[in-house]
């Protein structure tokens, strides 16, 4: 089992920024993937970044390339999303998950299937 825990959210106005983390612990050493989701009030849960975590190798949703980027510290096992010039639509509760199976491309990072979630961390942007 892994545990995922998510910090960082919180109240911002547009244009402003904010870094999540995602915090993992238990038997992470068969992480192979890592990836942040967020899901909009009344909206399905989306796709923001991945990080294969061996690798480093990161995928990024067109809607915020430019302006979030995803890391990870191997030695924390932690992942992080910096997110700058947030907007409103921005808002919404931030996942971040993991896989222990092993991911080939993009649409196999975005894909919902993972293995472990975390609980979830609430980022509002005001306009």
């Known amino acids: 089992q892994v545990q995922l825990v998510e910090s960082g959210g919180g109240l911002v106005q547009a244009g402003g920024s904010l870094r999540l983390s995602c915090s993992a612990s238990?038997?992470?050493?068969?992480?192979?993937?890592m990836g942040w989701f967020r899901q909009a009030l009344g909206k399905e849960r989306e796709f923001v970044a991945a990080?294969?975590?061996?690798?480093?190798?990161?995928y990024c949703a067109d809607s915020v390339k430019g302006r979030f980027t995803i890391s990870r510290d191997s030695a924390k096992n932690t992942m992080y999303l910096q997110m700058n010039n947030l907007k409103p639509e921005d808002t919404a509760i931030y996942y971040c998950?993991?896989?222990?199976?092993?991911?080939?491309?993009?649409?196999?990072?975005?894909?919902?299937?993972?293995?472990?979630w975390g609980q979830g961390t609430q980022v509002t942007v005001s306009s």
């Open positions: 990080v294969n975590w061996r690798a480093g190798n990161i």
């Open positions: 238990g038997r992470t050493f068969s992480t192979e993937a």
């Open positions: 998950a993991s896989t222990n199976f092993v991911r080939y491309n993009y649409m196999d990072y975005a894909a919902a299937r993972y293995d472990y």
